[in-house]
């Protein structure tokens, strides 16, 4: 997975926000606030990692998380993303 270019991540007063830049600032003019996971998610996605290889590193981090669980909420997240086309 890639993220399309022209979308970055932002920390404002402890919150995380996606924005779009330059020309994709006229198409998505909202921001996207993340929680700390959707943050993880968003990081993993910037480093091209597969939805697989998210839910391996989610999993290293969070020990008591279901992995049934992890991987429904990655991929409930990609796919949001996909559909909105923010990310390849």
């Given at each position: 997975?890639?993220?399309?270019?022209?979308?970055?991540?932002?920390?404002?007063?402890?919150?995380?926000?996606?924005?779009?830049?330059?020309?994709?600032?006229?198409?998505?003019?909202?921001?996207i606030?993340?929680?700390?996971?959707?943050?993880?998610?968003?990081q993993?996605?910037?480093?091209?990692?597969?939805?697989?290889?998210?839910?391996?590193?989610?999993?290293g981090?969070?020990?008591?998380?279901?992995?049934?669980?992890?991987?429904?909420?990655?991929?409930?997240?990609?796919?949001?993303?996909?559909?909105?086309?923010?990310?390849?």
């Amino acid at each position: 997975m890639k993220i399309r270019e022209g979308f970055i991540l932002r920390d404002v007063a402890g919150k995380s926000f996606v924005v779009a830049t330059g020309a994709l600032s006229q198409q998505y003019q909202g921001m996207i606030t993340l929680n700390e996971t959707g943050k993880f998610i968003w990081q993993c996605l910037e480093k091209e990692m597969s939805s697989e290889e998210i839910v391996k590193a989610i999993m290293g981090t969070y020990e008591d998380a279901s992995e049934d669980i992890v991987r429904a909420d990655v991929e409930k997240f990609i796919n949001g993303l996909v559909k909105e086309k923010i990310v390849e």
